[in-house]
């Protein structure tokens, strides 16, 4: 009969000792501000679980760089991403290494979401559980913050509309982010499609860090019409320093010089009466290769957002295959219907990218405009009478 009562007591005592740990308990957000590399420029959230006895920070962005598939799987849309954890003060020191604002919002949690907030992320942390199907936009490392927060609280948390906030589409917010005049942003503009053209809504901003951060600061608990965040802190501010940017190796000038390369060429075929069947070869084998590249961004992959993509009215992906035609003295009569077509295609990207049906790279239009004068003095080389 002691020993009954001796378990007792101690049960008893333990579950006191665990409930006035997580009364002591913080759940906080942790928003870290964007780094210098592609990967980075989105920055970065954590959940961070401070106890009396441990203080540890959880975050979803973790995936498998060495992994000799990694390339292959990311292009395919089928990168698993993991949940992870690591010491806070690890964490801080890491992002303070790179130079990253840190900020953090102490949630207003219950005692028993504190607690179930750290059972979930200890139980999801486990091997058969971290990993996940990664979605650049609705399953990444912020959304996964929200939709926790959500699970946990059972769905209790209102997400305030902020009237100052201008409506934008996913690439919009995506560029709010990257220089317009950088590979980065260019590379996203060519691989993305007309999709992410589409206006976003306030809650799905919050597939970016940042929005988390000013999402969360403005929410509600529906249940008490109180603040979800009821602590804001500033744990590191980045040190300012000057973006030092290269336009010499920027998109827009590496493109002006290969458009006028084109004009040039084209003006001294013009004079001279011939025709550089080498510039040809380099145009429709560089269009039509990008061009299937797209289509197998578009069709061969589990990415959402590569769908869709008016890119190929520039990027015609058979222009690789009809090469042949294009080195001809004389080709046949259906390569110069064929490059009307590519005229028309072109004229067509002008009219979706002023109706906003998807907006285009900058750094294109010298490239572009050079395409349009080649493609017209080919229809003249190839109809002008012997």
Known sequence: MKKRYLVLFLFSFVLTQAQNAYENTEISVLTIGPGTSLNDAF??????VKTPYSDVTYDYGRFPFNDPN???????????????????????????????????????????EKQDMHAFLETNALPQNREYLYDFFYDNCATKIRDVAEEITNNNIHFNEIETLNKSTFRDLIQQNLYWNSWGSLGIDIALGSIIDQQATQYHYMFLPKYIHTFFETATLKSTNTPLVKQSKIVYSKTEEKQEQNFFSSPIFIFGLLGAFILFITYTDHKKGNRSTWLDFGIFFLTGSIGVLILLLWFATDHTATANNYNLLWAFALNVFVIGQALKTQPKTWFIKYIKLLIILLCLLLFHWIMGVQRFAYGLIPLLLALVIRYIYLIHCFTKKP
């Open 43 to 48: 920055g970065h959230n954590g959940i961070r």
């Open 70 to 112: 990694f390339y292959l799987n990311f292009a395919r849309g089928k990168l698993l991403y993991s949940q992870g954890y690591s010491n806070t003060y690890s964490v801080i020191d890491f992002y303070k290494s790179q130079n990253r604002s840190i900020r953090e919002q102490v949630l207003d949690f219950t005692t028993k």
